[in-house]
């Protein structure tokens, strides 16, 4: 669900979920879908996370304001599309498919895809979810990989997608859903939310993560640029211990 946020605007940093507030050159507007910890959540009525973080500290060096938009994901490449943002997070790995649409910078993460499923689970491997309904954020990179790869090691398989991950989490806790599918940091930190959940590797999952710009935009250079700076100079690998190791 949309949250509206209410805070003081800096000179730096500028958190909204307002649709309404106009682009500016001198200000970066990013999508995210909020529901999505550590890279992106609410937490006291601020949006916080990983990929904020490294957003912030990139529009710092890069002397922008910033201001985040919380939307559904499935929405985050329309919005690029039609320039409604200047770039888009939320874990987004950068497809064959979505670099027809969009942009991509290079790689600041990369990682692997996992199920959770319930403790007492006689789920093992993929092969296990024949017959059975799993459910995944609609418009993640987990869409076409349930429907391809998973689809292949387990036939009869049941794909239930929703926009927003809390939602996916209530239904795997009612028993509408045998397992989630999602990254390994994710799943890894929902565990440990939810003692009565396992995470399971998929084998040959492995994902790269980056920034979705619209086609053609100037910022893509200048933001490789700092993300190259912040891998030499360390403050990547920092950012990444304290919010995703």
Same mark, same amino acid.
Do not use: H
């Given at each position: 669900?949309?949250? &509206?946020?209410?805070i003081a605007c800096?000179?730096?940093?500028? #958190?909204?979920?307002?649709?309404? $507030?106009?682009?500016?050159?001198?200000?970066?507007?990013?999508?995210?879908?909020?529901?999505?910890?550590?890279?992106e959540?609410?937490?006291?009525?601020?949006?916080?996370?990983?990929?904020? =973080?490294?957003?912030? =500290?990139i529009?710092?060096?890069?002397?922008?304001?910033?201001?985040?938009?919380?939307?559904?994901?499935?929405?985050?490449?329309?919005?690029?599309?039609s320039?409604?943002?200047?770039?888009?997070v939320?874990?987004?790995?950068?497809t064959? =498919?979505r670099?027809?649409?969009?942009?991509?910078?290079?790689?600041?993460?990369?990682g /692997?895809?996992?199920?959770?499923?319930?403790?007492?689970?006689d789920i093992?491997?993929?092969?296990?979810?024949?017959?059975?309904t799993?459910?995944?954020?609609?418009? /993640?990179?987990?869409?076409?990989?349930?429907?391809?790869?998973?689809?292949?090691?387990?036939?009869n398989?049941?794909?239930?997608? &929703?926009p927003?991950?809390?939602?996916?989490?209530q239904?795997m806790? /009612?028993?509408? &859903?045998?397992?989630?599918i999602?990254?390994?940091t994710?799943?890894?930190?929902? *565990?440990?939310q939810?003692?009565?959940?396992? *995470?399971?590797p998929?084998?040959?999952?492995? #994902?790269?993560?980056?920034?979705?710009?619209p @086609?053609?935009?100037?910022?893509?250079? @200048? #933001?490789? $640029?700092?993300?190259?700076?912040? @891998?030499?100079?360390?403050s990547?690998?920092?950012?990444?211990?304290?919010w995703?190791n």
């Amino acid at each position: 669900m949309k949250k &509206l946020l209410s805070i003081a605007c800096t000179a730096l940093a500028v #958190i909204s979920c307002n649709d309404d $507030t106009k682009k500016t050159d001198s200000q970066l507007t990013v999508g995210v879908s909020a529901d999505y910890p550590p890279f992106e959540y609410f937490s006291n009525g601020k949006i916080v996370g990983f990929d904020i =973080e490294l957003l912030e =500290e990139i529009a710092k060096r890069l002397q922008l304001a910033i201001e985040f938009k919380d939307m559904n994901f499935d929405g985050i490449i329309a919005a690029l599309q039609s320039k409604r943002i200047d770039a888009g997070v939320s874990a987004i790995s950068a497809t064959t =498919e979505r670099k027809k649409a969009v942009d991509f910078s290079d790689n600041y993460f990369a990682g /692997s895809i996992v199920m959770v499923c319930q403790k007492d689970s006689d789920i093992k491997q993929a092969s296990d979810l024949s017959g059975k309904t799993i459910g995944l954020q609609s418009g /993640s990179i987990y869409e076409p990989y349930a429907n391809s790869d998973l689809s292949q090691q387990a036939p009869n398989l049941i794909i239930k997608t &929703l926009p927003k991950v809390p939602d996916l989490i209530q239904d795997m806790k /009612s028993g509408r &859903l045998s397992c989630l599918i999602m990254g390994k940091t994710e799943g890894d930190l929902l *565990v440990k939310q939810q003692s009565d959940f396992k *995470v399971i590797p998929l084998i040959g999952s492995e #994902i790269e993560i980056a920034i979705a710009f619209p @086609k053609g935009s100037n910022l893509r250079d @200048k #933001i490789n $640029t700092v993300l190259s700076d912040m @891998k030499k100079d360390g403050s990547l690998d920092q950012l990444i211990t304290k919010w995703l190791n």
